[in-house]
């Protein structure tokens, strides 16, 4: 049985999401422009996941921010890029 701490354990599943649609999109538009609100969120989404779309919001925001993908600001509505330190 192989096992792995909870911090490699969200690195390996944060590794494998940003492979996988509509993740990738959403990341790189976020890396590119260092944000994203969650109108353009529900743009994307839409395209993947039609009426869908608000469940599919509410999920990717969640693991998006517990596997460190993105932070999500409440208070401006925005998803923001986590900048991260590569050793």
Do not use: N, Q
């Not at 990738?24 to 590119?32: D, H, K, M």
């Not at 919001?57 to 925005?78: A, D, K, N, Q």
Request: overall charge positive; charged content about 30%; glycine content about 6%.
């Amino acid at each position: 049985m192989a096992r792995a701490d909870s911090r490699s354990l969200k690195r390996l599943l944060r590794e494998l999401a940003i492979k996988l649609e509509p993740i990738l999109t959403i990341y790189r538009e976020i890396s590119e422009k260092g944000s994203m609100s969650r109108e353009e969120l529900e743009k994307i989404l839409d395209g993947f996941y039609g009426s869908e779309k608000e469940k599919a919001v509410e999920c990717i925001i969640s693991w998006g921010t517990y596997l460190g993908i993105f932070r999500w600001s409440p208070s401006t509505w925005m998803l923001v890029h986590v900048k991260r330190h590569t050793r």
